[in-house]
């Protein structure tokens, strides 16, 4: 059983900047950032595969950094360059394979923390 707890998250205007960091717990494969919109399909924003490969959706165009500390067992999303179309409810998000972007294969979700970009 994986256990994610995430912390971070709020309100900016656009062109700012904010870190969200996620805890995680148990064994997993891989493990990344997602973001859901209302109305809106969930997808992925980031994520550190099997491998220790960072991949990003295509919409971060260099906007956002993920890394993740296998020592205290968290994985951070830096993001830069906030746009309103940014705004989503985030989640963090681990899976029991290498799903990578494909955020239907990840079984295990934190609460998820809301993320608001004034224009």
Not at 25 to 49: H, K, L, M
Not at 106 to 119: A, E, F, I, M, S
């Amino acid at each position: 059983q994986v256990q994610l707890r995430e912390s971070g998250g709020g309100s900016v205007q656009a062109g700012g900047s904010m870190r969200l960091s996620c805890v995680a717990s148990g064994p997993y494969v891989s493990i990344g950032w997602f973001r859901q919109a209302p109305a809106r399909e969930r997808e992925a924003v980031a994520v550190v595969t099997k491998k220790g490969k960072l991949e990003y959706g295509h919409f971060v165009e260099g906007r956002f950094t993920i890394s993740k500390d296998s020592v205290r067992n968290t994985v951070d999303l830096q993001m830069n360059a906030l746009r309103p179309e940014d705004t989503a409810m985030y989640y963090c998000g681990a899976a029991e394979w290498d799903y990578r972007l494909n955020f239907r294969g990840y079984k295990y979700w934190g609460q998820g923390t809301q993320v608001t970009v004034t224009p």
